[in-house]
């Protein structure tokens, strides 16, 4: 196994889990999934987020998701996300992660709780005590607690965060963020912002859609990272209709119905997700197959 300095650098995927059609989870389909993103040009992966709908396995599929991609691309190329109604659960979590050779995981604060600023710096401080690098991932619209730069700051001060996947599209945190914990790694956190983020100085990017066009949202990625806007802005001027789906509450059905149109296994969803309705349905598979007509990948 390599490792990798900063394991939450790079375009890491937020991955879709593919499931059957009696909605059990394709393990095997999974593990050839996260082997195809690092030979499109993805860093690794971040297995049980939310588009990974991590909310609906069962401890035994959850710990099985982490065990599966470690085992196809390596524990330095898998950040779980270790979410969790409280924070013994998610330190358990992050012990999992650990104890299967990650080395860096991702967590929100507490989610299903409107949590003060003292309850969210325990709960941060409970699940570093795993001893693996926490990358925090702020979520205002779906947790109500919002990490703001202040509070990312002191988390950070306290050695209790290396980065923070910043999902509010919000790109003015980033320069605050920037001024108050200059060694705080910024991640891009909603794909429709990549261009704005990378140029206020992200060094990296938890994506979601890459499971279904790995090769051109890597390009996008790098031409960003490096300011050269000639090939950025074509990229993400064709990229764009796709990538802000990732930002709407029908992000998983939508992503996964790119991926079976690209000729990857998205599936289905579990409930409580539906198919999309068909005006949505139509919209994603129109700009999916217009990407794929000119080329992308």
Not at 107 to 112: D, I, K, T
Not at 119 to 135: C, Q
């Given at each position: 196994?390599?490792?990798?300095?900063?394991?939450?650098?790079?375009?890491?995927?937020?991955?879709?889990?593919?499931?059957?059609?009696?909605?059990?989870?394709?393990?095997?389909?999974?593990?050839?999934?996260?082997?195809?993103?690092?030979?499109?040009?993805?860093?690794?992966?971040?297995?049980?987020?939310?588009?990974?709908?991590?909310?609906?396995?069962?401890?035994?599929?959850?710990?099985?998701?982490?065990?599966?991609?470690?085992?196809?691309?390596?524990?330095?190329?898998?950040?779980?996300?270790?979410?969790?109604?409280?924070?013994?659960?998610?330190?358990?979590?992050?012990?999992?992660?650990?104890?299967?050779g990650c080395q860096a995981?991702?967590?929100?604060?507490?989610?299903?709780?409107?949590?003060?600023?003292?309850?969210?710096?325990?709960?941060?401080?409970?699940?570093?005590?795993?001893?693996?690098?926490?990358?925090?991932?702020?979520?205002?619209?779906?947790?109500k607690v919002d990490l703001?730069?202040?509070?990312?700051?002191?988390?950070?001060?306290?050695?209790?965060?290396?980065?923070?996947?910043?999902?509010?599209?919000?790109?003015?945190?980033?320069?605050?963020?920037?001024?108050?914990?200059?060694?705080?790694?910024?991640?891009?956190?909603?794909?429709?912002?990549?261009?704005?983020?990378?140029?206020?100085?992200?060094?990296?990017?938890?994506?979601?859609?890459?499971?279904?066009?790995?090769?051109?949202?890597?390009?996008?990625?790098?031409?960003?990272?490096?300011?050269?806007?000639?090939?950025?802005?074509?990229?993400?001027?064709?990229?764009?209709?796709?990538?802000?789906?990732?930002?709407?509450?029908?992000?998983?059905?939508?992503?996964?119905?790119?991926?079976?149109?690209?000729?990857?296994?998205?599936?289905?969803?579990?409930?409580?997700?539906?198919?999309?309705?068909?005006?949505?349905?139509?919209?994603?598979?129109?700009?999916?197959?217009?990407?794929?007509?000119?080329?992308?990948?």
């Open positions: 196994m390599t490792t990798r300095v900063k394991p939450w650098r790079g375009v890491m995927v937020a991955t879709a889990l593919p499931l059957r059609e009696d909605l059990s989870v394709d393990f095997d389909a999974y593990a050839e999934h996260c082997r195809w993103l690092v030979a499109g040009g993805c860093d690794g992966v971040v297995p049980n987020g939310s588009l990974g709908e991590y909310q609906t396995l069962t401890p035994e599929e959850r710990a099985q998701v982490v065990e599966t991609a470690v085992a196809a691309i390596g524990g330095d190329r898998v950040m779980p996300g270790i979410a969790a109604y409280g924070a013994a659960e998610a330190r358990r979590w992050a012990e999992q992660a650990r104890d299967a995981v991702m967590l929100l604060p507490p989610n299903a709780y409107r949590a003060d600023e003292r309850i969210v710096v325990e709960h941060y401080r409970e699940v570093a005590k795993a001893g693996v690098p926490v990358v925090a991932y702020n979520n205002p619209y779906d947790t703001t730069p202040e509070l990312l700051a002191r988390l950070h001060a306290e050695g209790l965060i290396v980065a923070v996947k910043e999902f509010t599209g919000d790109v003015r945190r980033a320069y605050e963020i920037a001024e108050l914990a200059p060694d705080l790694d910024l991640l891009v956190g909603s794909d429709d912002v990549l261009l704005e983020l990378a140029l206020a100085g992200a060094v990296g990017w938890v994506a979601g859609y890459p499971n279904a066009l790995p090769e051109s949202s890597v390009a996008l990625y790098k031409a960003a990272l490096a300011g050269d806007l000639t090939t950025a802005l074509p990229l993400y001027r064709a990229l764009h209709p796709l990538l802000r789906w990732d930002s709407k509450t029908v992000f998983v059905q939508a992503i996964k119905l790119s991926m079976d149109l690209a000729g990857r296994k998205g599936g289905p969803c579990r409930p409580p997700r539906l198919p999309l309705v068909a005006e949505e349905e139509a919209l994603v598979r129109a700009a999916t197959e217009k990407a794929l007509a000119e080329g992308l990948r």
